[in-house]
């Protein structure tokens, strides 16, 4: 496997996370972080997903019904059989920006997931928290999303500010949007009907930009109505000090193997990986 050092592509963010940004990520769960990422990392990732794509793994799933314009393509776990992303979770400013964001001293990879909306795609992703679907616990759980093209507010990710403090709710499978089964969890209100009773917040983001936001912040998107750009995005999921592996009731989404942990274990093993800093 390349490093990041044989490659020319530089492990540092291209600036530190301000205070400011950090204590809105704090009150907000979620922040626009403007330049992080240079150009090199931007094309690395663009090859990859063009090599992801060709060759999708087996939890990769398509979301736009046959006949249906564009395409809404999603694959995980693609460092865990494809060099290119593994560079990226070990040697690019994700776990840095990621342990600066939550103020931990460790940080463990969690998983890496793909998004591409290619233009004129209509199919949503749908209102929902992310650390419900996953086998973890804990406040310091967030997502690295690394936009490789620009992409406008109206199909942007979208946040309800200050959800991150909502307890769980039941996963959704994307496909159909049937729910988790077994978990005891309650539903999501109707957010999309009642838009006026929460506060939502979005951005334009380019190519470099990144979005982070916690675990348990509800989000959601829109389809991609560009007629000029794709939308394809990396989340890259990063876990701090207290979080903890934590097999709940139910469906649960993440891990999809067996990773030889106990409920209260440190993340530390090989499907979830502590990250060195220099």
Same mark, same amino acid.
């Given at each position: 496997?390349?490093?990041?050092?044989?490659?020319?592509?530089?492990?540092?963010?291209?600036?530190?996370?301000?205070?400011?940004?950090?204590?809105?990520?704090?009150?907000?769960?979620?922040?626009?972080?403007?330049?992080?990422?240079?150009?090199? !990392? =931007?094309?690395?990732?663009?090859?990859?997903?063009?090599?992801? =794509?060709?060759?999708?793994?087996?939890?990769?799933?398509?979301?736009?019904?046959?006949?249906?314009?564009?395409?809404? $393509?999603?694959?995980?776990?693609?460092? +865990?059989?494809?060099?290119?992303?593994?560079?990226?979770?070990?040697?690019?400013?994700?776990?840095? =920006?990621?342990? +600066?964001?939550?103020?931990? &001293?460790?940080? &463990?990879?969690?998983?890496?997931?793909?998004?591409?909306?290619?233009?004129?795609?209509?199919?949503? /992703?749908?209102?929902?928290?992310?650390?419900? #679907? !996953?086998?973890?616990?804990?406040?310091?759980?967030?997502?690295?999303?690394?936009?490789?093209?620009?992409?406008?507010?109206?199909?942007?990710?979208?946040?309800?500010?200050?959800?991150?403090?909502?307890?769980?709710?039941?996963?959704?499978?994307?496909?159909?949007?049937?729910? #988790?089964?077994? /978990?005891?969890?309650?539903?999501?209100?109707?957010?999309? &009907?009642?838009?006026?009773? #929460?506060?939502?917040?979005?951005?334009?983001? &380019?190519?470099?930009?990144?979005?982070?936001?916690?675990?348990? =912040?509800?989000?959601?998107?829109?389809?991609? #109505?560009?007629?000029?750009?794709?939308?394809?995005?990396?989340?890259?999921? !990063?876990?701090?000090?207290?979080?903890? $592996?934590?097999?709940?009731?139910?469906?649960?989404?993440?891990?999809?193997?067996?990773?030889?942990?106990?409920?209260?274990?440190?993340?530390?093993?090989?499907?979830?990986?502590?990250?060195?800093?220099?």
């Amino acid at each position: 496997m390349d490093s990041a050092s044989s490659t020319g592509l530089h492990k540092e963010p291209l600036r530190d996370v301000s205070i400011s940004e950090r204590n809105e990520y704090e009150l907000n769960g979620v922040v626009c972080l403007r330049g992080m990422f240079d150009k090199a !990392w =931007i094309n690395w990732l663009s090859d990859a997903f063009e090599l992801a =794509i060709q060759s999708p793994g087996p939890h990769s799933e398509e979301y736009t019904p046959e006949g249906n314009s564009g395409r809404f $393509f999603t694959d995980l776990e693609m460092w +865990q059989r494809l060099d290119s992303f593994k560079v990226f979770v070990f040697d690019s400013p994700a776990a840095n =920006i990621a342990k +600066q964001i939550m103020g931990s &001293n460790r940080v &463990n990879f969690f998983y890496d997931q793909m998004f591409v909306k290619q233009e004129h795609t209509e199919e949503w /992703t749908p209102w929902h928290q992310d650390q419900p #679907y !996953w086998a973890v616990v804990g406040k310091e759980v967030c997502s690295v999303w690394l936009p490789l093209d620009p992409i406008t507010k109206d199909s942007s990710l979208n946040f309800i500010q200050g959800s991150h403090q909502w307890s769980a709710h039941n996963p959704h499978h994307f496909g159909d949007d049937t729910p #988790y089964e077994g /978990t005891g969890l309650p539903e999501l209100p109707d957010i999309e &009907n009642n838009l006026d009773h #929460y506060e939502i917040v979005s951005w334009s983001v &380019n190519p470099g930009d990144c979005l982070v936001f916690q675990g348990m =912040i509800v989000h959601g998107a829109y389809g991609n #109505y560009s007629s000029e750009f794709p939308r394809r995005a990396l989340a890259t999921r !990063w876990c701090g000090d207290d979080a903890r $592996f934590f097999q709940r009731e139910g469906e649960v989404a993440i891990p999809t193997t067996d990773p030889g942990l106990k409920n209260g274990d440190l993340l530390d093993c090989d499907l979830f990986p502590r990250i060195d800093f220099d």
